[in-house]
T-cell receptor, first 112, second 112 residues
Framework: GENVEQHPSTLSVQEGDSAVIKCTYS??????FPWYKQELGKGPQLIID?????GEKKDQRIAVTLNKTAKHFSLHITETQPEDSAVYFC???????????FGSGTRLQVQP | ETGVTQSPTHLIKTRGQQVTLRCSSQ?????VSWYQQALGQGPQFIFQ???????GRGNFPPRFSGLQFPNYSSELNVNALELDDSALYLC???????????FGPGTRLTVL
């Protein structure tokens, strides 16, 4: 089955700096890669996703890149703000599978 | 548009008991997936329901079972509770089996 590894497990940045979180996946059939933000006491919130026919996608301060050859994808947050502090999860799936396979999460702390 | 809702918010049970958790899917969504999230980990897929039928299952024993109703709401039932069942249980709805999954806030289950 699919296996997703996520790094780093914790990340502390100063407000205004950029943050990068990286994930690798094992199943070359995976073609859908969402990113979720989970705040304390809440469920994961979908913040951006990318499909395998696209190499990069951007939404305001958030961008995701995908390298299918290397089987890795990354989340980039620019101009970080204290409200970006949360746990971020990457996930992978192919259209034939029902389940998202999640990484182990990255706790992002943005210091004001 | 109403998002995914789950009840109850918190639940405390003792080992050996049975529990039922409930989920109302987002308007227009016909697919519900259930995940278990242990503390400090990413969500793990339990099973998915599509149009009232189980449509895929993760590596969970048969004492984890579910239902989906004609209005696409869903229940997760766990029998013979074990201490390791303590976790946040998340449900996610999607417009189809391959669509983006939107998560509810979760039910925090504690087994004593």
């Amino acid at each position: 089955g699919e296996n997703v590894e996520q790094h780093p497990s914790t990340l502390s940045v100063q407000e205004g700096d950029s943050a990068v979180i990286k994930c690798t996946y094992s199943d070359s059939a995976s073609n859908y890669f969402p990113w979720y933000k989970q705040e304390l006491g809440k469920g994961p919130q979908l913040i951006i996703d990318i499909r395998s026919n696209v190499g990069e996608k951007k939404d305001q301060r958030i961008a995701v890149t995908l390298n299918k050859t290397a089987k890795h994808f990354s989340l980039h947050i620019t101009e970080t703000q204290p409200e970006d502090s949360a746990v971020y999860f990457c996930a992978a799936k192919d259209t034939g599978r029902r389940a998202l396979t999640f990484g182990s999460g990255t706790r992002l702390q943005v210091q004001p | 548009e109403t998002g995914v809702t789950q009840s109850p918010t918190h639940l405390i049970k003792t080992r050996g008991q049975q529990v039922t958790l409930r989920c109302s899917s987002q308007s227009g969504h016909n697919t519900v997936s259930w995940y278990q999230q242990a503390l400090g980990q990413g969500p793990q897929f339990i099973f998915q329901y599509y149009r009232e039928e189980e449509n895929g299952r993760g590596n969970f024993p048969p004492r984890f079972s579910g239902l989906q109703f004609p209005n696409y709401s869903s229940e997760l039932n766990v029998n013979a509770l074990e201490l390791d069942d303590s976790a946040l249980y998340l449900c996610a709805s999607s417009w189809d089996v391959g669509g983006e999954q939107f998560f509810g806030p979760g039910t925090r289950l504690t087994v004593l």
